[in-house]
């Protein structure tokens, strides 16, 4: 049983469902940025496998773009988190429903 | 031949401009510089313009078309000639004299107003109205097309609008203005189709051949060829329109309650000038009449039954400037019943001289009014003939000028009129003009009969009044009577000079004005001035296949018609001084007759009963059916509608993150899946 292109992309998989499943269910918004974390880099694995098995360096090359978007992100999420909770003492994302219709 | 026209027509527009922009912040003595002023400079320029017309010879020459700019140029064929309209200034006889007449006698009201408008809070937009009133007035009068004449006929409207309606916090004065305005767009409807007529099928609106080479209406209507039903059409739409503007029947009611506007209002626009442009629409179009000789008998008849039934309604009218504004309908259907008679030039200088004559009448009535606070009944009035002694005199040449005794204006006027009627009876133009000569003789005596019951009425007798004006008088008697000089203003004054001159100038015009007449009468055929200076406009030599009728005055057919109507006249007087002399006083009559006629025939009750209840009616079941509940129902269920829908689709607006991003994943999930599916 040879390491081929299908075993990377089941991990890949799994860690992306692992990351959806945290987002849609956590309440901490630290971790639900954890789980971001872990969709972006279950593709970054798939991005790497593929470039491997297509000898490109196509896919190397957006990783480094998704990385840096990443910590971007983190960057502004942090702040947002961080004021939030200045300003309510509570981090709760359920109780963060101002935006309610 | 200088033609100033244009300048006359500049000046009360930049006198309307100044003050309706920054008159409210004017001084009184600025207004009165900028009003006076613009409308004096008008009349200065009419005088040159008219000077110089007057010097000029041979009479054909005397006439000047000035095209300032072409407005439409449509370059199609419609008809007869491409579609040029300009704006162009005529200057010929005719003009000249309605010029005169607008700014002359504006320009008396002018000054008059200064003094009568003293007091009054809405000084500057008074003479910001009347400005507008002479421009839009000299507009009428002097634009050489159709379009032009109608967009002055339509702005004359307007400012009778907003003149009647000048003290629009008393509800009686909005009504009259807003039944003038209903009223007149009636007849400017009519001008309206008429001039969409002449277009189909002149294909021109110039009234002559002008410098852009577009042949006139008149010119083609001379030379023939449009079938005589079309031109009756054109001309009954016409005088539809004269009909509203000048207050003939059936269209007259709107005049007596334009009487709701200050009195130098009535003078100007509801007695001496505006109410006239049916007369001249009537002779400045009498190419067109002159082929369709049944209109021209409309003409006739409507204005004789209008003459008669509105002398008939004055007879019995209790308010002064009532009295003054049915005298004018009547007067005005006697202008319309000379030109009938073919008698253009006639039926022009009865409305110069009634411009004379009716304009003092009014000021001298206002001038009373005015005196007395604001009085207008008849039975408060009496005795002011020793307290207002230059309205009086003035105030009875007025009436013996408008009740035709000689030699006061309008006897000349009158006599040319009836003279002309009955020489088209005579002379085989139809039995109806003998019928309407003789209601030209009945009215005149009525003419004289109700003006000298006002006049006894307001002058004669002792002082009836019951208001401020008598609680003044006893004030002043006491006053007098413990020693104490008498407070000037408890008495019932003299207006001030401002107000006097101008009367003055039409008492003199009303005497001596009418001397331009015809001398026909004594046997002197060469001495009829105004008729021959207005010739050119009345016949020309090129006008082939007009039948034009011309009157054939003989001298004994002209005395019995000037004895007859002098000596009803005379009997009239006689009737009013009988019963008036000692005063006027009112008694209640029960005499079904008198108060039919004393309710001015129930005609405005009969139209409030058959066309405004009707359509009140209508206006608010359409309001409750239409606009509540199917127009606003209609609006509203769509509205609820869409707030039902959109009730449900909030509640996916949670707010939580989570819920959203749910939403892209199953998305997400979706499109993989159509990929999937798809292959």
Known sequence: MSLNLTWYLIVSAIIFTVGVTGVLIRRNPLIIFMSIELMLNAVNLSFIAFSHYLNSVDG????FLVLT?????????????????????????????VLRG | MTNLTVWVLLMPLLGFIILGLIGRAMSRRGILAVALGASGLAFLFTVISFLSMLGTTPASARFSDQVFYTWINSGVTVGVAPLTISFGLLFDPLSAIMLMVVTGVGFLIH??????????????????????????????????????????????????????????TRRTAVAAAQKALVINVIGDFGLMIAIFLIFKHYGVLNYFTNSNGNIGVFNQVTAGGIPTISTTIICLLLFLACTA?????????????????????????????????GVYLVARANPLFQVSPTALIVVAITGGITALFAASIAVFQLDIK?????????????????????????????????????????????????????????????????????????????ALAISGIPPLAGFWSKDDILSSLLANATSGGGRVFYLLWGIGILTAGLTAFYMFRLFFGIFAGGYRGTGSAEHAQEEEEDDIKHGHQPRSDYEINESPAIMTVPMIILAVLSIVGGFVGSFALFGDLSWHPFATFLNPVFTNPNWTNVPVQVPVDTLSIGWLSTGLSVGLSLIGILGAWTLYRNGFFYKENKNPFYQLVLHKYYVDEFFILVLIRPVLWMGRTATRLLERDVLDGGSRSIGRVFIGASGLLRRIQTGYVRNYALAILIGALLIIVYYAVRG
């Open chain 1, 60 to 63: 190397q090359m957006f990783v």
């Open chain 1, 69 to 97: 978007v990443a910590a971007a992100e983190v960057v502004v999420g942090l702040a947002i988190i961080v004021s939030i909770f200045r300003t309510r003492r509570d981090i709760d994302v359920d109780d963060m429903n």
């Open chain 2, 111 to 168: 000054i008059y107003s200064a003094g009568y408008m003293e007091d009054d809070p809405g000084f500057w937009r008074f003479f910001c109205y009347m400005n507008f009133f002479i421009f839009a007035m000299v507009l009428l009068v002097s634009a050489d097309n159709f379009l032009f004449l109608l967009i002055g006929w339509g702005l004359v409207g307007l400012a009778s609008f907003l003149l009647i309606g000048f003290w629009y």
């Open chain 2, 245 to 277: 503007k000048s207050a003939q029947l059936p269209l007259y009611m709107w005049l007596p309650d334009a009487m709701e506007g200050p009195t130098p209002v009535s003078a100007l626009i509801h007695a001496a000038t505006m109410v006239t442009a």
């Open chain 2, 322 to 398: 009532r009295v003054l504004a049915y005298s004018t309908i009547s007067q005005l259907g006697y202008m319309f019943m000379g030109e009938g008679a073919h008698n253009y030039s006639g039926g022009i200088f009865l409305l110069t001289e009634h411009a004379f004559f009716k304009a003092l009448l009014f000021l001298a009535a206002g001038a009373v009014i005015h005196s007395l606070g604001g009085e207008q009944d008849m039975r408060e009035m009496g005795g002011l003939r020793y307290r207002l002694k230059i309205t009086f005199w003035t105030f009875l040449i007025g």
